[in-house]
């Protein structure tokens, strides 16, 4: 196997992570809770739901279907050209996996975090196995287990852009918007059956986390060329876990990628799994992975990949996003904390909403601008997110000891 060098880290990251090309493209990725609504306290195994699932048979829209450490169901789309044919297709998978649970009394809800069970670890491959041994041992158990197994989000996923140019700015354009989305889409404020004083408690969970592998790539304002940039971060990140040549999955090495390389060992397929488990808010993977936005209510899943699809690709919009963001984009702290309750964030939504209402005919989308003007109307111009709706009656979590808490 060819050892990889600082050089071939970087030419990989240029030519896979950040291969450029005319934009146009979208998908999303939809994290679902599975709960039994007689009592939603309960964890559902997951043994049950995906043999609801399996029955039911692959999605028509062409969906994957996946499952997180905690039992979350995974619901990530085909890339499209266009918001229209994305929405379509995602929308009749969530409706075919709905249908697929509803006789067994199981249904889907969308929170940024589980409102009422504790975390409990579900999965059986080796590779969640050691995540949960490097947030243990790295001295992350508390976030490490509630990121894995209590958190969903909606995952938006664009071009990288034209060509470098192009790439650059949407680059900066993203990271800037980020607080705005975190904020716009803040629907968090329960872990665990208590108020934990955020609208974003899944934004705080992964900044209390493994600061080498969650904080944004671009911060503090500084403009590096995203290759650079990214090659930086992931030289400088601890390696989590090793397959090895035995067919093993080791964690916890205590070494940075770069450390790594520098002893001679990693490969290509190293560095490309590596990358797999750095999860900034926004990650590039060939496309631009928008990470930052919790999972909605079930109705409101199509609004972040549409405001964000038109923020991005249509020029007007973007000359409006550039401006209403720039001003807000490091307010990462206080968009998880307020919401839209903080005001320059506020201001920030209302004028990303409008440019992106304004935007969505000319990218064929006008079938989604009532969905978006609804909840521009309900939440973004009142300053207000799904986090400060009223919440519903529910029981107590569970007060039984689970093994998999951390102690």
């Not at 975090?113 to 579900?122: H, L």
């Given at each position: 196997?060819t ?12 030519g ?31 043994d049950?739901v ?8 692959p999605p ?8 997180e ?6 619901l ?12 379509a297709?995602l929308?009749?998978?969530i ?6 649970l509803a ?7 969308g ?18 196995a ?14 490490g287990?509630?990121?894995m ?8 996923n ?6 470098q140019?192009d ?9 800037a918007?980020?607080?705005?989305l ?5 629907n968090?404020?329960?872990?665990a059956?208590?108020?934990?004083g955020?609208r ?11 600061p080498?592998?969650?904080?944004p790539?671009l ?18 990140a601890?390696v989590m ?5 035995e ?19 990693p490969?290509?397929d190293?560095?490309a ?9 926004v990650r590039?993977r ?5 990470r ?6 079930g ?9 964000a ?5 249509d ?36 004028a ?7 935007a ?26 799904p ?18 808490w951390?102690?």
């Amino acid at each position: 196997m060819t050892r990889l060098t600082v050089d071939d880290v970087y030419q990989h990251i240029r030519g896979v992570c950040f291969k450029t090309g005319p934009p146009g493209t979208v998908g999303a990725e939809t994290e679902w809770f599975v709960i039994d609504p007689a009592d939603p306290a309960a964890h559902v195994p997951g043994d049950r739901v995906r043999a609801l699932v399996d029955d039911a048979g692959p999605p028509a829209g062409g969906s994957s279907v996946t499952y997180e450490p905690g039992g979350q169901l995974e619901l990530s789309s085909a890339p499209f050209d266009g918001l229209g044919a994305l929405h379509a297709a995602l929308g009749r998978d969530i409706a075919h996996v709905r249908d697929a649970l509803a006789p067994d009394g199981l249904a889907l809800v969308g929170h940024g975090v589980d409102p009422v069970r504790r975390p409990r670890f579900q999965a059986d491959h080796p590779r969640y196995a050691c995540m949960r041994d490097y947030f243990f041992a790295g001295g992350f158990p508390d976030a490490g287990l509630a990121m894995m197994c209590s958190t969903a989000s909606v995952q938006v996923n664009l071009d990288i852009g034209a060509d470098q140019t192009d790439a650059f700015r949407r680059w900066r354009l993203v990271h800037a918007l980020g607080p705005v989305l975190v904020a716009a889409f803040a629907n968090s404020p329960l872990r665990a059956g208590r108020r934990t004083g955020m609208r974003s408690s899944r934004q705080g969970i992964w900044t209390e986390l493994d600061p080498c592998r969650t904080l944004p790539v671009l911060r503090d304002g500084v403009d590096v060329d995203p290759a650079e940039a990214w090659t930086r971060y992931a030289l400088d990140a601890q390696v989590m876990l090793v397959h090895t040549a035995e067919g093993e999955w080791v964690s916890d090495p205590g070494m940075s990628f770069l450390e790594w390389l520098n002893k001679g060992e990693p490969g290509e397929d190293d560095l490309a799994y590596h990358l797999s488990t750095l999860f900034p808010p926004v990650r590039p993977r060939g496309w631009l992975e928008l990470r930052m936005i919790d999972a909605l209510p079930g109705p409101y899943w199509p609004v972040p990949v549409a405001v964000a699809t038109a923020l991005l690709d249509d020029p007007a919009a973007s000359r409006a996003a550039e401006a209403a963001a720039e001003p807000v984009a490091r307010r990462w702290a206080e968009a998880a904390r307020r919401g839209l309750s903080d005001r320059p964030l506020a201001a920030a939504a209302r004028a990303c909403f409008a440019a992106a209402l304004d935007a969505l005919p000319r990218l064929g989308a006008s079938g989604l601008v009532p969905l978006v003007d609804e909840y521009a109307r309900r939440y973004v111009e009142r300053g207000r997110t799904p986090a400060d709706d009223p919440a519903p009656d529910s029981p107590p979590p569970p007060s039984e000891e689970d093994p998999t808490w951390p102690r």
